[in-house]
């Protein structure tokens, strides 16, 4: 197959410094390329060195559907099953290999979703919108020039129990203010819009189910991160620097509140308006393509647990001990349990998806959606599995994580021998090893950014009881209860 142009981390880097400065800092602003942000940068670019790596080729790369040629995987959309393994195996990857989230999945996820619903809506307006056409003009520039996309879906949501047509301020779900000839204006705030602050395209699509009266807020496009009219608000998650005990990779992450004051929309990146029954089914698409890519990074995550428990227990003398067996397995059994719902939600992907009273319908232009039931099972399970791994990080490790000294205390002449003497727990293990390890651990643990991984492990794609809403209404519990009527003889 052809090969597209694969960008490289440089020419990604020159895209993000030449943008319009719209990203808020604390106060100020700030320029993408700031070194704050660098971590994060670092970490959205693996996928650019790896996709350049002929050994990674049949995960990174895809061809593309529209073109032909070879493009960034992260650009794709999934044509068959395998398509979806891959999406799902590619995610673990590049997430072990980044230590924790990679960042590129809302991209794939949003781009997906709007795939589909723009190609239905077009269908049940019977031509007269041109959604589709509009998505795929977008989608070849965006797979042309390997950019990178985030997905901007959950709105500040205002009071939980009204609806957006019911909230005290009608901006508090992003909606469609004015519709003109050549396009719409919207406002709203989308907020934790992970790595909104360096990506090239912002996707958005609706947080959730609408009523017919709620057209304005059934909207779905995409459009530059640095467009006029959107001010972003972002969050810098760094580690504590060392210039020493350095770590192999620097892990980094941003979220934004992405502000849409006013923002005009030009009609050819408008992929839904006003279609109410597709705006409900895009926002279980992302939430659902989102739930998949849960299936490849959070056992990678897992992965980064195990082997951090696994080190805490051999430094500390008691791999051996029966306890610490039985929570490596615990670890282990959660992601691959986790990974395994992935896999057999790729293997059992089709083009459909639940419509609530009439079960799985076929759905898009014949891309593939992976297993609902499937997907929720295991996003649910390892997502609330989080905090449990978290604790047997600490019971393992004791509370050195808690505490252990800062860097420039080892390399202080007066404490440095002190220090390590007193680090020494299993005399088998290099004393700087064990520094490392234990601020490692600490990262994970006590850092901010640990506690703010955490939390996004645990809400992202949707909190457990969304899940398990989508599980208890898609699964055919009354075909369960005609099986144990039959076997406990229950006639009525
Ligand atoms: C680090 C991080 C990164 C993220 N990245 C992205 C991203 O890139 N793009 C994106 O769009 N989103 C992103 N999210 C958002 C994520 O999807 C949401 O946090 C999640 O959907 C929960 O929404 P919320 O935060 O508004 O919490 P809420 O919905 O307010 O949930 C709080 C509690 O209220 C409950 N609740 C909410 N509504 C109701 C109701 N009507 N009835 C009963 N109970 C209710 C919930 O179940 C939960 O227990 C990210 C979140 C985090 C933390």
């Not at 909230?167 to 396009?183: C, I, T």
């Not at 790729?346 to 799985?360: I, N, R, W």
């Not at 955490?454 to 369960?480: C, F, K, W």
Request: glycine letters at 8%; charged letters at 25%.
């Amino acid at each position: 197959m052809a090969k597209g142009k694969l960008r490289t981390k440089k020419e990604y880097l020159d895209a993000l410094a030449k943008k319009r400065r719209n990203i808020y800092f604390d106060g100020n602003l700030i320029d993408r390329t700031d070194e704050l942000q660098m971590t994060c940068i670092n970490t959205m670019s693996i996928p650019y060195e790896l996709a350049q790596d002929p050994q990674h080729s049949d995960l990174m790369l895809a061809k593309s559907h529209i073109t032909g040629e070879t493009i960034n995987r992260f650009t794709h959309i999934h044509q068959n099953k395998e398509d979806l393994h891959k999406k799902q195996d590619m995610t673990r990857m590049t997430c072990q290999l980044a230590g924790g989230c990679i960042q590129r999945c809302m991209g794939i996820d949003g781009t997906n979703a709007c795939n589909a619903i723009s190609y239905e809506a077009d269908k049940a307006n019977n031509g007269s919108t041109e959604y589709h056409k509009n998505f795929l003009k977008w989608l070849e520039r965006f797979q042309k020039e390997d950019l990178i996309g985030c997905c901007a879906q959950t709105d500040v949501k205002g009071d939980r129990m009204k609806r957006p047509s019911q909230q005290a301020d009608p901006d508090l779900y992003l909606h469609v203010v004015e519709r003109k000839s050549d396009g719409i204006v919207v406002r709203g705030c989308k907020v934790h819009n992970s790595e909104a602050s360096i990506a090239d395209e912002i996707i958005v699509v609706p947080t959730r189910a609408l009523l017919p009266e709620e057209k304005d807020y059934a909207v779905a496009f995409a459009i530059p991160a640095d467009w006029e009219g959107i001010k972003q608000v972002v969050t810098i998650h760094n580690l504590r620097e060392r210039k020493h005990y350095k770590k192999g990779f620097m892990q980094g992450a941003t979220d934004s509140y992405t502000i849409f004051d006013n923002v005009f929309i030009p009609w050819e990146r408008v992929f839904i308006c006003g279609e109410t029954i597709h705006g409900a089914v895009g926002a279980l698409l992302f939430a659902l393509f989102h739930r998949h890519s849960y299936s490849g990074c959070k056992p990678a995550i897992g992965d980064m647990m195990l082997g951090t428990v696994a080190l805490a227990a051999e430094y500390n003398g008691i791999a051996k001990a029966s306890h610490v067996k039985d929570k490596l397995a615990e670890i282990i059994m959660t992601s691959e349990l986790g990974y395994a719902a992935g896999y057999t939600a790729s293997d059992l992907g089709k083009p459909e998806v639940y419509m609530p009273g009439f079960g799985f319908v076929p759905y898009g232009p014949g891309s593939y959606i992976p297993n609902s039931i499937y997907c929720n099972v295991g996003r649910c399970l390892t997502g609330e599995a989080v905090y449990r791994e978290a604790e047997i990080l600490c019971d393992i490790s004791g509370g050195v994580t808690a505490t252990f000294p800062h860097e420039g205390d080892f390399l202080n002449p007066e404490t440095s021998e002190l220090l390590k003497k007193y680090t020494m727990r299993n005399p088998n293990i290099n004393i700087d090893d064990a520094i490392k390890l234990w601020m490692h651990a600490g990262d994970l643990l006590c850092s901010a950014s640990g506690g703010i991984m955490l939390v996004g492990n645990y809400h992202g794609g949707g909190s457990p009881v969304m899940e398990s809403i989508a599980i208890t209404t898609q699964y055919d519990i009354e075909a369960r209860k005609k099986m144990v009527k039959r076997i406990a003889g229950i006639k009525s």
